[in-house]
């Protein structure tokens, strides 16, 4: 069964950067389109990024672009997040989640069959 853990979050101060990694395990990430979400405190968890399984197609949240960046690496079955220039209006948890088999970064959640368990990024001065 896919696994798929997150790292990488902490807390950095506004206009600093971190790098979020989502490794899989149980099954070959090659396949699958990979999703970034984010929940926040008394909000509701949203899209933030995608990529699909070639990593020739990629979506960015309008608030992100510009400074977010995913990327994939299908030999060592992770995706990253680079974030740059972070805000303190992204602070959430982020998760990290596997589309189901032959969609590419469909818009509805439900459409993502396994998620990472999160990994916290605290933007703050």
Do not use: H
Not at 9 to 25: E, K, N
Not at 34 to 43: D, H, Y
Not at 62 to 86: C, E, H, P, W, Y
């Amino acid at each position: 069964q896919l696994q798929l853990v997150e790292s990488g979050g902490g807390s950095v101060q506004p206009g600093g950067s971190l790098r979020l990694s989502c490794a899989a395990s149980g099954f070959p990430l090659a396949y699958i389109a990979i999703g970034w979400f984010r929940q926040a405190p008394g909000k509701e968890r949203e899209a933030v990024s995608c990529i699909d399984s070639r990593g020739a197609i990629t979506n960015l949240a309008n608030s992100v672009k510009g400074r977010f960046t995913i990327s994939r690496d299908n030999a060592n079955n992770t995706v990253s997040l680079q974030m740059n220039s972070l805000r303190p209006e992204a602070t959430a948890n982020y998760y990290c989640a596997a589309a189901l088999p032959g969609l590419t970064c469909p818009e509805a959640q439900r459409s993502y069959g396994y998620w990472g368990q999160g990994t916290q990024v605290t933007v703050s001065s």
